[in-house]
Each structure stands twice: as C-alpha cells, then as structure tokens.
C-alpha cells in the first residue's frame, strides 16, 4: 500500500511565523504535490515536483515556497504565515514519466489555523 | 485552460439506494483524464474510480460506475446500493494527457450523505 503521511495533523501558528509542512511518501514516488482546500473552492494547486530540486508552480504559489532535497520528502513553507493561509493542506504523490498521468495517493491533511 | 463544475454542493440517499453526482469540464483537449475522488470525514483523499477520453466504455469499480459522456463533456458518478460508508465529500477530476507534468484540476465538491 502507498502512504502518504504529513507531519502534522493540526498546526496553529501565528501571523508572521515561517511555518513548516512535511510529506513523506514511502513509495519511490517521482511526483509530489501539494494543495490547499478551502470550502466552496475545492483542491487548488500550490506546488508541485516531478524530482528531486525540480519544482513547479501551480495555480496559487504566492506567499509559498518548497523544497524538495530527498525523494521521499516534499516541504511546504510559509516564510511569514497570514491568516489568509488558514486552511487544510493536501499532500500528494505519483508514479513518474512522462506524461505524469498516474494517479495521486493523497496524505492525511493539515488543518492550519494561523492567529 | 482546464475548468472542472460540481453545481451541486450537497445530496443525500436513503441507504440501499442509487444515487448519481454530475460533473461536467470545459477543455479543448482530446485526450486526457477524469477522475472521482473520495474524501471521507476523516479526511484521507482516496481514488474511487478513473477513466480515460479515448475509452468508449464507461469505467466501473464495484458499485460505482460512470457515465462519460465525451461530446457532452459530462462525466457522472452513480453509486448503486448505497452505504453509509459512502457518506463523504467527492470530488471530479481532469488531467491532460499531453506532454509532461500535467496537472489535476479538481471541481469543488459535493457533501453526499447516506441515510440509515
């Protein structure tokens, strides 16, 4: 079985804070993504890496940034958290290749308050 | 640019019954992707079932089907037999085919709740 786990299930942090969010998937993954889902929005898009260093911009980055230095591990940072980025966190990962069509195996979440 | 719409935010069935959740995409794409996702309350995103635009043939998993339909660019989920461990949020899903790194556009959601 794929997991996917994140390392924190709730996080409240304060208005300026830099804030981290880890996924680890244990399953050789070439693809991760992480997305925010807000109620009435459905999943947007933050990030996403199709291999280690490599990282993408999705539909929503402003105000996020990522690192990815090991396979396994995909971080999400908030370098000065706002209480607009209050919201639950999705990670996710995929096989590789080239046309990425794989499915997602998604994480537990993050619900983030930020005061 | 790809947009996915769930008009209907909520739905309820009475256990042991059939229900259908509508989805429909906009794209100028013609190959590519949709999928349904399941997000129970205890959060845990997982696949329920997946199709591809060449296939003519609706998928099926279980007890869950669709209805593809390409020209319509709708893309339906029926339950059949509902269980009240269908009670979730579900979410459609699209994902082109061409070239690398396609990404997943989701809709919003539907809150579905099964009746005891």
Redesign the interface.
């Given at each position: 079985d794929v997991k996917v786990t994140q390392s924190s299930r709730y996080l409240v942090k304060r208005t300026g804070e830099k804030v981290f969010l880890e996924c680890v998937q244990d399953m050789d993954h070439e693809n991760m993504f992480w997305y925010r889902q807000d109620p009435g929005l459905g999943l947007r898009l933050i990030y996403f890496s199709y291999d280690v260093k490599m990282k993408e911009k999705g539909d929503i980055p402003e105000g996020y940034s990522v690192s990815r230095e090991k396979k396994e591990r995909f971080s999400l940072i908030l370098e000065s958290a706002s209480t607009n980025q209050t919201s639950m966190y999705l990670c996710a990962s995929s096989f590789g290749g080239l046309y990425l069509t794989d499915t997602q195996y998604f994480g537990p979440g993050t619900r983030l308050t930020v005061l | 640019a790809q947009t996915v719409t769930?008009s209907q935010?909520e739905m309820s069935v009475q256990e042991a019954e059939t229900v259908t959740l509508s989805c429909t995409y906009d794209t100028s794409e013609n190959n590519y992707?949709l999928?349904w996702?399941k997000q129970p309350p205890?959060?845990?995103?997982?696949?329920v079932i997946?199709q591809e635009a060449y296939k003519q043939q609706n998928a099926t998993e279980n007890r869950f089907s669709v209805n593809f339909q390409k020209a319509a660019k709708s893309f339906s989920l029926k339950i059949s037999d509902s269980q009240l461990g269908d009670t979730a949020m579900y979410?459609c899903a699209f994902?082109k085919?061409?070239?690398?790194?396609?990404?997943?556009t989701?809709?919003?959601?539907i809150t579905l709740s099964v009746r005891p």
């Open positions: - | 769930q935010p992707y999928f996702y205890s959060r845990q995103m997982i696949l997946r979410f994902m085919i061409r070239g690398a790194n396609s990404k997943l989701f809709g919003k959601g």
